[in-house]
């Protein structure tokens, strides 16, 4: 059997601190690997230039010249998050013949010496290998929480996704070209390749400090890749829309039907504003709350109604 052909796929965002230690870090890992004759001598780095604003793209040029080409790359016409930019790794990769990719971040805080452990259990026949992190210490408990909280939130609405597995990961051939039949727009790749189903393993790993730099994920970011997780695969959040409506239109007409025997008994009805006020306050909260799940769906369509492409590469470094 021939060497397989690996490529290291990284998604940068304004990383221009970190690209130097990276790039230095992976060649090494990539020609030892070379040595011990583990994978193909055309294996590569591929950077996605998520729409930096820095110097993220002069450097992948400089090493992309320096390397002969064993560091390549790929520049957004704009940031289209790290997602799109993983994806486009994939997709991209296969142009150069590869047989499999491993993603990883550009900050190097999931640990790349683990690498060569992913791609033995490539060769043992493991189509989608997942990272998975032994620990949250690096995250501050704001990230730890809401990611723990995701998960468990995820799992309960039937989406069955490995805790503690973030986007590093490796992937065959055959698994990105089933992956290139998805046509949705917004992809959430850590529930689609839990979907696909293929042979998977996986390699644990501590997590690292970054190396250079400041987180590049917002608040808001980090909530619209949940949002986009969620309303991409589970219709759970509708359904039990339709269950609270039907719950309360029964409870209310049940105090509806009570309310007219106390009169026709002629009971003496007592004023209860407070009660009213807590009622209708209850319940124009959970309608709101209601409205808001469905729109979240409703975005979700409209974005892949439109199908537009996921990203725009402006240009290439092959
Ligand atoms: N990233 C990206 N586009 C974005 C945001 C982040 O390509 O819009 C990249 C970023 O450069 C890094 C990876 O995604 O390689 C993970 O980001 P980061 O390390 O900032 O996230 P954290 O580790 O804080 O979750
Ligand atoms: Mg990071």
Known sequence: MSLPVLAIIIPCYNEELCIDITTEKLLSIINNLIDENFISD???????NDGSTDK???LIEKYNKETNSRVKGIKFSRNFGNQKAIIAGLTESQKYDTDCCISIDADLQQDENKIKEFVGKYN???QIVLGIR??????????SFTAITFYKLMNLLGVHIKINHSDY????????QTLSTFKETNIFLRGIFNELGYKKDYVYFDVKERINGKTKFTPLSLYSLA????TSFSIMPLRFVTIL?????????????WTLYDKLTGQEMVPGWATLVVIIGFTSGIQILCLGIIAEYIGQLFQEVKARPRYIIEEQLD
């Open 169 to 176: 990961r490796l992937v065959s051939k055959e698994v990105i």
């Open 56 to 58: 993220t793209w002069d």
């Open 134 to 143: 032994n620990n949250r210490k690096t995250d501050n408990f704001f990230k």
């Open 42 to 48: 055309k294996s590569y780095i591929l950077y996605i």
């Open 245 to 257: 409506g039907l719950i309360m239109s029964i409870s209310s007409f049940i105090m509806g039907l």
């Open 227 to 230: 949002m986009s997780g969620i």
């Open 124 to 126: 043992n026949g493991a």
